[in-house]
Nanobody, 124 residues
Framework: EVQLQASGGGLVQAGGSLRLSCAASGFTFRDYAIGWFRQAPGKDREAISCISIKDGRTYYADSVQGRFTISSDNAKNTVYLQMNSLKPEDTAVYYC?????????????????WGQGTLVTVSS
């Protein structure tokens, strides 16, 4: 059974940091790309970062470039999203997702499996 378990959300003040984790199981981790998406109230779910496990290529949305860092621990089948310099507009439910064949995907339709969300709230 494929499972993606997102964790690490919480309440933080603007300028603070959080690290999200996405623990994967039930599939061959190295053959996939893992993406982080977020969805704010009343808005569409948007891709903010993803990583190809096989070759380490990464993608960042312009809105998080330079503030967020995605990484993977292949021994633990876990992907992390280090979020620094958080802003109130980063407030959203954050989801991780897995995409087969390892290519970087930037739309929800490109991903095969989804974890439950973890809420990030940034206060001003």
């Amino acid at each position: 059974e494929v499972q993606l378990q997102a964790s690490g959300g919480g309440l933080v003040q603007a300028g603070g940091s959080l690290r999200l984790s996405c623990a994967a199981s039930g599939f061959t981790f190295r053959d996939y790309a893992i993406g982080w998406f977020r969805q704010a109230p009343g808005k569409d779910r948007e891709a903010i970062s993803c990583i190809s496990i096989k070759d380490g290529r990464t993608y960042y949305a312009d809105s998080v470039q330079g503030r967020f860092t995605i990484s993977s621990d292949n021994a633990k089948n876990t992907v992390y999203l280090q979020m620094n310099s958080l802003k109130p507009e980063d407030t959203a439910v954050y989801y991780c997702a897995a995409r087969s064949f390892g290519g970087l995907g930037r739309t929800t339709a490109e991903y095969d499996y989804w974890g439950q969300g973890t809420l990030v709230t940034v206060s001003s």
